[in-house]
Every structure is written in structure tokens, then in C-alpha cells.
């Protein structure tokens, strides 16, 4: 299976809102000559030891995806990125919440495609539970100047009703792919 940097921003986002964030802040940048991502949230946090416990591959609890097809995590990311010779971190204080960081340099011959990143946000967008969502997007505009825009769950909502039924799913996508054209 090969995973795109789209699986595992998804996946990191998860994990966030799995550790009861009321706010996740997803960043999303390729406007220079690496992807960055950053996701940051005011979940439970980890302790030292849940923290070195979750960079362990060889550790998972097999309760939280017992179905689960596709499975990623922190250690398949640290792992990718260090493959690819990008950077990685992961800040985390209980009751503070977490931030993790990674970029891959653009082009290099390990950095995994971005996949589909309209495809992504909505997912984000969409993911189930009551809390806020911003997604933050920096790239190249058209013009080959930078350009950026931003996408909140909770304004989103009140323009086009309840994320992720069937009518505002398509209106979604359509918003974000005229954001992501300009
Ligand atoms: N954003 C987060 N906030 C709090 N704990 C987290 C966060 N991300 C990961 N963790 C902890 O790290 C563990 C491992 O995460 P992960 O590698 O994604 O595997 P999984 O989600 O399948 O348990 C989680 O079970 C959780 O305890
Ligand atoms: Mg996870």
C-alpha cells in the first residue's frame, strides 16, 4: 500500500479529535520547497510515557481500529518522513494538548504524492463530533506568487447546513476546489 501525505494528515487529525480536542488546527503549506504540515489540538495531551509509547511501532492498543484497513500512525509517519529526509516533531503536555509537525522536501525521490488534497479538507471537514476544525492552506497561486485561505468547520456549517449529508457534500467540495484553482 503506499500512503500520500493527504493519509496521513487524515490519520494525525484522527488521532486529535480521538483525544477529545474541542479545536484542531490543520496547516496545510507547499508554497515553498517542502510540504508543511502542522496539526495542533487542545486534546487530552500525552504524558512522557504515552508519548515515547505512541513513537513505538511496535505498540498499538488493537482497541481503538479493530476494522480498520488502512493503519498509520505516529510511527508510519516518523518513519516516512525520516525515509524521505524530512523533518518531523511532536509536542504534547496533558491537559495542553498536541502539536505535530512534519515536511517532506517537494519532489524528493522518497516524498510520498500529496494525493488529493480537496478530497483531504473535506474529509477533515467532515470528520464526525462537535468541535471546530480550521484548516489553513498555503500554496502557489496561479500568478506563481503565495497564496493562502482558510476553511472552518463551524462557518462552513452555518453557510451550507450540516457538513457531510448529501447536499452540502458536493457544495463543499466545489467551495474548495475554487479555492484551491485561484
Ligand atoms: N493528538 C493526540 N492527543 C493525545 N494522544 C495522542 C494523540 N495522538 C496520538 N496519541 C496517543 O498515541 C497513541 C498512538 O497513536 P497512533 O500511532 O495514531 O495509534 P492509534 O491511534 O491507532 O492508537 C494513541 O493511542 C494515543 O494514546
Ligand atoms: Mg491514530
Given at each position: 500500500m503506499h500512503y500520500c501525505v493527504a493519509d496521513y494528515v487524515l490519520d494525525i487529525a484522527q488521532n486529535a479529535l480521538e483525544a477529545g480536542a474541542r479545536?484542531?488546527?490543520?496547516?496545510?503549506?507547499?508554497?515553498?520547497?517542502?510540504i508543511e504540515v502542522e496539526v495542533i489540538d487542545d486534546g487530552s495531551g500525552?504524558?512522557?510515557?504515552?508519548?515515547?509509547?505512541?513513537?513505538?511501532?511496535?505498540?498499538?492498543d488493537g482497541i481503538k481500529?479493530?476494522?480498520?484497513?488502512?493503519?498509520?500512525?505516529l510511527p508510519f509517519l516518523v518513519q516516512g518522513v525520516e525515509q524521505a529526509g524530512g523533518g518531523w516533531s511532536l509536542e504534547s503536555r496533558p491537559g495542553w494538548g498536541?502539536?505535530?509537525?512534519?515536511?517532506?522536501?517537494?519532489?524528493g525521490l522518497?516524498?510520498?504524492?500529496?494525493?488529493?488534497?480537496p478530497g483531504l479538507f473535506r474529509s477533515l471537514l467532515c470528520l464526525d463530533g462537535r468541535h471546530e476544525l480550521v484548516v489553513r492552506r498555503r500554496k502557489v497561486s496561479q500568478g506563481g506568487g503565495a497564496a493562502e485561505y482558510m476553511l472552518s468547520r463551524g462557518e462552513l456549517e452555518l453557510a451550507l447546513g450540516e457538513?457531510?449529508?448529501?447536499?452540502?457534500?458536493?457544495l463543499l467540495l466545489d467551495y474548495i476546489e475554487s479555492q484551491e484553482r485561484d
Open positions: 479545536n484542531v488546527r490543520v496547516e496545510y503549506g507547499s508554497a515553498g520547497d517542502a500525552m504524558s512522557a510515557e504515552i508519548r515515547s509509547r505512541a513513537l513505538d511501532p511496535f505498540h498499538t481500529h479493530p476494522g480498520r484497513s488502512v493503519g498509520l500512525g498536541t502539536r505535530v509537525s512534519f515536511s517532506f522536501p517537494k519532489g522518497d516524498t510520498p504524492p500529496e494525493g488529493d488534497l457538513l457531510g449529508t448529501g447536499a452540502s457534500l458536493g
